[in-house]
């Protein structure tokens, strides 16, 4: 089961347990997306003994920090996480505190991935058909100048015969369009120009 962070989308986690053991998957996204602390292939990083609706757990970041601790407790549709012991040895970006809701699994997900002359990002349709109209699209881009790593959330954009060309997505005042046919990114502030490169699908 996949829980969220209430207020915003960066935090995820997958979690199972059987008997009184827990193992999950933990996942934030810090710094409006310049900090990924993510395993990768969603290994598992938690750890954890469940008594009577909480848990004692132990979970690693990605950047290096181990053995760190949290204790996460169920209240109706909701679970508390709280850090009782910081990661060792590393870097970390987890919250002290935060609540997050359990989020219903998504039917499946589709990414693609493109290249600019500049950025290479992943476009993932969370509505089970990488063509289909969706309200729920991930958007990952990478800078290759620096590696600088930019996440949002957006929709799909539809042509007047309700074919979807495109997504796009918004960061405060700047817009995100990418176009799929060819494909094509373009990024805008207000009326100004930032970014606007033809890509090339890898995927």
């Not at 949290?70 to 109706?76: D, S």
């Not at 991930?138 to 074919?163: F, H, I, P, W």
């Not at 405060?172 to 060819?182: A, F, L």
Request: net charge positive; hydrophobic share 35%; charged share 20%.
């Amino acid at each position: 089961m996949a829980w969220r962070k209430q207020r915003t989308i960066n935090v995820r986690f997958i979690i199972e347990t059987k008997d009184n053991t827990l193992t999950g998957t933990y996942c934030y996204i810090a710094q409006a997306g310049n900090r990924i602390d993510c395993p990768p292939d969603d290994e598992i990083n938690i750890h954890g003994i469940v008594r009577n609706g909480k848990a004692e757990v132990v979970f690693s970041s990605s950047f290096g920090g181990k053995n760190g601790h949290a204790r996460l407790e169920l209240n109706g549709e909701q679970m508390m996480w709280q850090l009782t012991k910081p990661p060792v040895r590393g870097d970390y970006y987890a919250p002290l505190n935060y609540i997050l809701t359990r989020h219903p699994p998504a039917t499946s997900s589709v990414t693609r991935e493109f290249s600019t002359m500049k950025f290479t990002v992943m476009i993932t349709s969370h509505c089970g058909d990488f063509n289909a109209p969706c309200n729920d699209v991930s958007y990952l881009g990478v800078r290759k100048s620096d590696n600088s790593v930019m996440a949002l959330k957006g929709k799909t954009l539809q042509s007047s015969a309700g074919e979807v060309v495109g997504a796009e997505f918004v960061n405060g005042n700047v817009n995100y369009k990418v176009d799929y046919k060819p494909v094509k990114l373009t990024v805008n502030d207000g009326g100004r120009v930032l970014v606007n490169q033809a890509g090339q699908w890898v995927n």
